[in-house]
């Protein structure tokens, strides 16, 4: 109470002795309380995400917000949302801060690219995010303060190398950060350093060297765990990477407690990405300890997941496909301002005639599931599926689908089964339309129409073909056991690799192996 009097008193005092109107004063009182309550909120980032996401909404909804407060507010809303593994609203909220961004450091406006460079790289559109690099790196030149251009170039790096890890360029990418570590020792807790020591863990961990991998592992949890707000996302990363260490070592109990805790602040984070990584991690371990009850139950959950980030991928790509036109289209529409009046009128004809033929492709591709013949299978000998052929109905096709479009797909598709990509586990129908650079629609339509069959089915032939030419030409798969074999080609699980191997094969994995067997046998006689 005598706080308050005292305020009221101060406030009257200002009144009299400055001349200052009372709504002047409670006005900046105001602002300085909102300004207090953003940079809270940013502090809760990576601790409590939900939380900052509900004080940056709430904060949104004042309408005399100044542009520079919005800015604040939409980039606290895109770190928050990606945090949480919300890579569709983070999306949005990233490129609705376009609209204010002229009120934002050259630092924010890089740090928000290399936002969207993260989550592009997520969902596979590899070829965005590395244009978005290359831009990051001309923007990062206009930074004056030094510390700031440095942790942009820093920022950068991280991706470049994220990149060489998805590229299997795992001594290279090791090198990269490497360098970049010893030109700074100093210990510092930020998410960006903090992500350098996760990512220099991994790579070790391809590498095989267990010490060096648990040595920054530990590290980066020491780090968190003595954080007056704790950054979580790093730390179930980090407890990830130490739980990959138990496993190589065949310290499994310990590796599931480990996990355990992991999946702990995965749930507080909300973030299905992380509980869908932490949860497959459980399921190895239980698999190696033969703990089948505990399997069950976890690979429930772990399926009940896959399924929600399936749907919210596909979501996301549709979204970045959206976005990203509409920033070509918006720049293309700054271009031609330049012109005159004639030119832009022709130029944005031509611009809505493309947008209202995709649609049209659009809908139509919907409609095109059951209109093409019975598909001739590729024998199982055969290690892709380049040889199916089918008779078209071309009538129906003309109408949908453009014959160069179709074709290029097509070709891109039979890289794709000389490839190695679909033994991922997590591989699905968003990912190889982003790595297609098409969207899901065309490319689940021309996988019915060409193939006669869906997505999921064309994955698993591709695996199983892949795996019975294994078994035939390297001896050493015989050996192996079948829950071996079925993660060896991408299967979530033994018993739907069994499922899926005898309705192609005809034959139990048990009982082709039998077969094989039986005819090594006879040639050797």
Known sequence: MRNIVFKLYLLFFLIITFGLAPETIIGQTLNTQQNSIISASEKLIFSNPNEAIKIAIQLSKNENNSNFERAEINYILSKAYLIKGDNNNSLKTLFASKSC????SNF??????????????????????????????????????????????????????????KEHQFSKGLQLLLNQEQANATIDSSDLELSIKVLLG???????????????????????????????????????????????????????????????????????????????????????INDTLNYKISNANFIQLQSKIEIVEQEAVNSAYNLISKQYVDHYQLKISKYDKFLTNIFL????????????????????????????YLQITKTNLTKIHLEK???????IILKETEEQILNKLKKFEHSKR????????????????????????????????NFNTYINRLRINYIVEKLKTDPNFIKYRISYLAENCGFASHSSFATVFKAITG?????????????????EE
């Open 349 to 376: 004809f031509i611009i809505l005639i493309i947008i209202v033929f995709s649609t049209i492709f659009v809908k139509y591709s919907q409609r095109l599931k059951n209109l093409n013949e019975l598909v001739k």
């Open 422 to 453: 679909f033994l991922n586990k997590d591989f699905s129908l968003a990912i190889l339309a982003g790595q297609l650079d098409t969207n899901t629609k065309y490319l689940s339509e021309i996988i019915n129409s060409h193939y006669h069959m």
């Open 101 to 104: 961004e002229s009120q934002l």
């Open 108 to 165: 924010e406006k890089n740090d928000i690219l290399i936002s969207k460079i993260k989550i592009l790289r997520e969902l596979s559109l590899d070829k965005e995010a590395k244009k978005l690099i290359k831009t990051a790196e001309r923007h990062s030149e206009f930074i004056v303060d030094s510390n700031e251009k440095q942790l942009v170039k820093k920022a950068i790096l991280v991706e470049k190398a994220r990149f060489l890890y």
């Open 507 to 523: 034959l139990t994995p048990v009982k082709f192996i039998e077969f094989l067997n039986s005819e090594e046998k006879i040639s």
């Open 202 to 288: 991994d790579f070790y961990v391809k590498q095989k060297d267990f010490v060096s991998a648990e040595k920054y592992y530990k590290a980066v949890y020491s780090i968190t765990t003595n954080q007056k707000n704790q950054n979580l996302y790093q730390k179930v990363f980090a407890l990830s990477g130490l739980a990959d260490v138990c496993f190589f070592r065949k310290e499994h109990n310990k590796g599931l407690m480990i996990l355990k805790e992991a999946l702990l602040y995965s749930q507080n984070l909300q973030n299905i990405y992380l509980q869908e990584m932490i949860i497959r991690q459980l399921n190895v371990n239980y698999l190696a």
């Open 393 to 399: 109905k071309q009538e129906h096709k003309k109408a």
